[in-house]
């Protein structure tokens, strides 16, 4: 297993190669995030021990239960889930850098307040529902400008950018849209230049989607089958967003 899990991170880079240049950007601009869920510490580790430093998890447990194994060798954490508000105190324990999911101004006024106690800075993607469907989590489009200029105005806060999980279809041109949706809101936002906002990255694209994500402008593809495997959980565990 070993050697597939990097046999497979080595295929997924080629799919991300392949995809910039078909859209004329350079590779080095669309970073590859591990997905981790249900994924073991020994598994993980062989990703990381490879050279792959970026990974996220969906669920605050799973950081905590897999935190001591993995901290000893270098890496960057991610959270990529729905986040509860009780749950913030715990998570920012276990050295994530960056939440990519926030979707809600209740839950920025609490992130701040204990990031605040803890006089520490985090990074966050405003994540966006850009499929429009009832089962999955994120801001709509249409109030997305104005809970970023709310949470803007939080100094323990960085909006980096958005996130979104696009359309889980064949219909490829469907899917394509989600995406779109998501580069013209970044653009809209773009435009307002509103202080402590940065549009820098936009993470969009999976297993399945993930060339559609890169040509129309992702600069972050989460990917969890592809490189470990089908997991035994249903995505349904995790919020009804699959990877």
């Known amino acids: 297993m070993s050697q597939q899990i990097v046999e497979n991170i080595i295929r997924i880079k080629e799919r991300i190669t392949i995809a910039c240049e078909n859209s004329y950007r350079d590779p080095k601009d ?20 490879a050279g792959h430093i970026l990974i996220a998890e969906n669920k605050v447990q799973e950081l905590k239960e897999k935190f001591e194994k ?11 889930g729905h986040l509860q508000s009780n749950k913030i105190k715990d998570l920012i324990k276990y050295n994530v850098t960056c939440i990519q999911s926030l979707d809600r101004l209740s839950l920025a006024e609490k992130l701040h307040q204990h990031l605040e106690k803890e006089g520490r800075v985090l990074d966050v993607l405003i994540q966006v529902n850009t499929s429009f469907e009832d089962s999955k989590f994120g801001m ?5 400008i104005e809970l970023v200029r709310q949470v803007a105005q939080f100094d323990t806060i960085k909006i980096k950018g958005l996130m979104t999980i696009g359309l889980l279809s064949t219909d490829n041109e469907k899917v394509r849209r989600c ?11 773009e435009v ?7 549009m820098t990255e936009l993470s969009m694209g999976m297993s399945g989607d993930l060339e559609i994500a890169v ?3 992702a600069t972050i593809v989460r990917v969890g089958t ?16 699959g990877n």
Do not use: C, M
């Open 30 to 49: 669309v970073k590859l995030l591990l997905a981790t869920k249900t994924v073991s510490e020994e598994y993980i580790e062989i990703a990381l021990n």
């Open 70 to 80: 993995l901290k000893k060798i270098p890496h960057t954490n991610h959270f990529i």
């Open 140 to 144: 709509s489009p249409r109030g997305v």
């Open 179 to 189: 995406f779109r949706l998501l580069k013209d809101i970044q653009k809209n936002i």
């Open 192 to 198: 307002q230049q509103i202080s402590n906002v940065q």
């Open 215 to 217: 040509e129309e402008g």
């Open 226 to 241: 592809a490189i470990f495997g089908q997991r035994s959980t249903p995505n349904s565990f995790y919020w009804n967003e």
